[in-house]
């Protein structure tokens, strides 16, 4: 890797720092929901495990993060269920048992500990099984009515158990059994990588891209930022067209928060294209004098499905997930590969 630049140097020192002391001492990486999109109102800390799986992966490029990372990669192997799934709170959360273990924080975790060599990972039977007739990954892991593999099957018994507690989660929010959304998809393909039947989830995603719907494709994601950031690693490197496509929709959205900037910047790269050096110099003068970055959602608490299969847009007072420390992973994770493009 070449040298850091002084000023980038000393944007990921004072990032680092920033994070090791608002890191969890069991690793989690804090977050927090408000119903403001700006999350300038009051703050209310939800304890999770999807965000520290997603800051893993983000610390996994940052020189001199290793400490970090590790920390949080002992948290989600804590957060493990017996039957190798996780859930989205954390064990200890009030509502922990509300909610079904789901796909997204699954692949997210799973995909954390095979990068870094660390056992533990979803068998991959439990993902593959978990697909509808088109061969699509539903979010939910719960039971239906056809037989699986064993693993996939033991963890459905433990579902079965919960059904009732889970059944207020379905009725009053917009999530449903069958919820098929796209980020969740490209996910579990990142944490498969290839398998007989990938070609139906990345025609699904060009779909996704081509149709220029990637604010809609997604119960969870409406930032057209995020979605792009998790489309470009998986789909860039197999199919070209998605970097083109990737690459000139970022190209024409101005970023609003200095978390659309480091993931626009991090999508770039992953399309093997050099992001902005304007946009390189808008996210160092936004760091913090505390050595992070400004809190902004990632994601939300969902929205519903219109008849053509895209989603509405998220009410003006829909819960939203965020905070300084994540934005700090994807701002170091920018900051690094920037540093890091060898093309």
Request: charged share 20%; hydrophobic share 45%.
């Amino acid at each position: 890797m070449p040298p850091l630049e002084p000023m980038t140097a000393r944007a990921i020192e004072a990032g680092i720092g920033f994070l090791a002391r608002t890191q969890a001492a069991s690793g989690e990486i804090p977050i927090f929901i408000s119903q403001r999109r700006d999350m300038a109102g009051p703050l209310h800390p939800d304890p999770c495990v999807f965000p520290t799986a997603l800051a893993a992966y983000a610390l996994g490029f940052v020189p001199g993060a290793g400490a970090l990372l590790e920390r949080a990669i002992g948290y989600l192997v804590e957060q493990r269920s017996r039957r190798g799934v996780w859930h989205h709170w954390r064990r200890d959360h009030s509502h922990f048992t509300t909610l079904p273990p789901d796909l997204d924080d699954t692949a997210c975790a799973s995909a954390i500990l095979t990068r870094h060599g660390v056992s533990g990972a979803a068998e991959r039977r439990i993902l593959l099984d978990n697909r509808n007739r088109h061969g699509l990954f539903y979010t939910w892991l719960l039971p239906r009515l056809r037989w699986t593999s064993a693993p996939h099957r033991r963890v459905m018994l433990d579902q079965l158990r919960l059904i009732l507690a889970q059944g207020p989660f379905f009725r009053g929010m917009t999530a449903k059994a069958d919820d098929v959304d796209a980020v969740v998809n490209a996910n579990c393909l990142y944490a498969l990588g290839s398998f007989p039947g990938d070609t139906r989830v990345i025609e699904h995603l060009l779909g996704v891209l081509r149709t220029g719907n990637e604010s809609r494709c997604d119960k969870w994601y409406d930032d057209p930022f995020a979605v792009w950031y998790f489309l470009s690693r998986v789909l860039c490197d197999r199919v070209p067209e998605a970097a083109d496509l990737i690459a000139r929709r970022i190209a024409t959205t101005a970023p609003e928060s200095a978390l659309d900037l480091a993931l626009g910047i991090a999508a770039l790269i992953s399309c093997k294209r050099r992001p902005p050096e304007a946009w390189i110099t808008r996210l160092l003068e936004a760091q913090l004098a505390s050595g992070g970055w400004p809190i902004a959602p990632i994601y939300i608490g969902g929205r519903a499905r219109r008849r053509d299969g895209w989603f509405e847009d998220a009410r003006a007072d829909e819960w939203v997930w965020g905070s300084e420390a994540l934005t700090t992973a994807f701002c170091l994770q920018a900051l690094a590969q920037r540093a890091a493009i060898v093309f």
